[in-house]
């Protein structure tokens, strides 16, 4: 393995958010809890460990929370692990049986709990020199759950925290629990993003429940005027309209970016400025559905005006998702084989990720070009990009599935979809949204203030001082 990357937290003031929520409901009791979490832990850490710095929801969760943890005056810190490319491969086969999918269809027995341990032991060794007695440790999904032994044996309270699940689990899911099980067992809370997530088998009295969260003032996430969209669109290659705005945002830490790279793309033409836009963001992953995504837009989208965009992160760029690359080359294939007028409206768009505040600038720039915003999930834990697009008072057409039932009210902030393989009441749902752009900007603001009242990180940062609190409270460790 490679060393674990300790990832550089940039302190933040809640202050923002105090003039976001005007009416101060959401930030009541928010001075309080900032000020407890300081004075619990006073002189001890609290770690955040997962396995990808960038391109899914977990490192997004991450990035929107821990800088006001930091801001606030807790010392907080996030640790990536880089493990052998063996080990990504079991823990994406774990990690898509834990959403009910074969996913490489290979086995989870003696010698991958071997590789398993084996890997984590060294990662593990490592940590615990740097965790002491009294630090929290979080320990993201299943990529670092075989940590929470060791962890806890190094003395700190453990928290192992699953973003994924499904609504009625399988044999396949089962069957990753038992793997997982004899690991997370030990941990002194378990937090999950839905309660249908939640293990039977686990003790429920230490289970807590979290949805993610966005955080607005991001780069993927902040207010962007149209002609800095255009100006974006137009430098990463997928607009046709050229302009002379500067493609700025705001960094993290207050200093001016600009969007300077280019998309890597597969078009025809560049997207004209004139017609219709429907996106669906996402990693190259199969539950993404991208290739449901493309038969639906080429039988149920057939019009001249209607464009698609599918939008990704460069290959290689999600370190624990090893199958990344052989999913974007099917895309690509399956978008090479659309018949000539229909290519020609398909654009699949490849994302930079070397500074990812400015990939997230242009993920910001596409959710506001897009008319609707498509999730076309099989399964998904949460569903980040839902809350990405409802923020910026996009209708969202979504798979009725995971967290994204949380998110979407049906028909009021979004449109879900009872069945994820059903291309017809997709195709037919989007439709409706583009021809009635008056519903389409009713359910947009709907949107954004379903996101502004459940789904913003300050909601959940109070969640976490409270469980913060109550593992302090618990004594001797549990387990
Ligand atoms: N994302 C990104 N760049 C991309 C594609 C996706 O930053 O090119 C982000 C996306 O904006 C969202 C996250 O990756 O914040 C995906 O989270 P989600 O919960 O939707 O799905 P996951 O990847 O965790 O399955």
């Not at 453990?158 to 499904?166: D, K, S």
């Not at 430098?235 to 600009?258: H, N, Q, W």
């Amino acid at each position: 393995m490679a060393e674990p990357e300790f990832v550089h937290i940039v302190p933040q003031s809640l202050e923002a958010y105090r003039e976001l929520l005007v009416d101060g409901d959401g930030f009541e009791g928010m001075d309080q809890a900032a000020a407890m979490a300081k004075r619990i832990y006073a002189g001890r850490a609290i770690w955040h460990v997962n396995s990808t710095l960038s391109g899914g929801g977990v490192s997004e969760i991450l990035r929107s929370l821990l800088p006001y943890a930091r801001g606030a005056g807790v010392d907080v810190r996030w640790v990536v692990l880089r493990e052998i490319p063996e080990f990504f491969e079991l823990t994406k086969r774990i990690h898509n049986n834990l959403h009910g999918n074969p996913g490489d269809g290979g086995e989870l027995g003696e010698s991958e709990h071997r590789l398993y341990e084996e890997t984590l032991a060294e990662s593990g060794n490592r940590l615990g020199d740097l965790v002491r007695t009294d630090d929290v440790i979080f320990l993201h999904d299943p990529q670092t759950a075989g940590l929470v032994p060791l962890m806890a044996a190094a003395g700190a309270r453990v928290v192992w925290r699953c973003h994924i699940g499904v609504d009625h689990p399988n044999q396949l899911v089962r069957r990753a629990w038992r793997f997982l099980s004899p690991y997370v067992e030990e941990a002194d809370a378990y937090v999950f993003s839905r309660p249908e997530y939640i293990w039977d088998s686990l003790d429920q009295a230490r289970t807590r429940v979290m949805a993610p969260s966005i955080d607005p003032f991001l780069s993927k996430n902040q207010d962007l005027s149209p002609d800095v969209v255009e100006a974006i669109l137009w430098t990463i290659g997928l607009a046709d309209k050229e302009t002379s705005v500067v493609p700025v945002f705001t960094r993290a830490d207050g200093t001016p970016g600009r969007v300077e790279r280019h998309a890597e793309l597969f078009e025809e033409a560049p997207l004209p400025a004139e017609v219709k836009l429907v996106a669906q963001i996402s990693r190259w992953d199969e539950l993404k559905d991208h290739p449901g995504v493309l038969e639906c837009f080429s039988r149920y989208l057939d019009d001249p005006d209607i464009h698609l965009a599918l939008v990704g992160p460069s290959d290689g760029s999600v370190s624990d998702d090893p199958e990344g690359a052989a999913v974007l080359a099917d895309v690509i294939a399956a978008w090479r084989q659309l018949p000539d007028a229909k290519r020609s409206r398909a654009h699949i768009v490849i994302l930079p990720m070397d500074d990812l505040e400015e990939n997230g600038a242009m993920v910001n720039a596409i959710q506001r070009r897009a008319d609707v915003i498509i999730q076309k999930s099989l399964a998904e834990g949460f569903g980040l990009t839902v809350s990405e697009g409802m923020w910026k008072e996009r209708p969202v057409v979504a798979s009725r599935l995971g967290g994204i039932q949380d998110q979407i009210v049906d028909g009021e902030s979004g449109v879900l979809i009872d069945d994820p393989r059903d291309l017809e009441s997709f195709g037919r749902a989007i439709r409706d949204l583009l021809d009635d752009p008056v519903r389409a900007a009713k359910m947009g603001k709907a949107a954004r203030s379903r996101v502004m009242n459940s789904f913003l990180g300050i909601y959940r940062l109070k969640g976490y001082v409270e469980l913060l609190a109550a593992l302090d409270s618990t004594g001797d460790r549990a387990g």
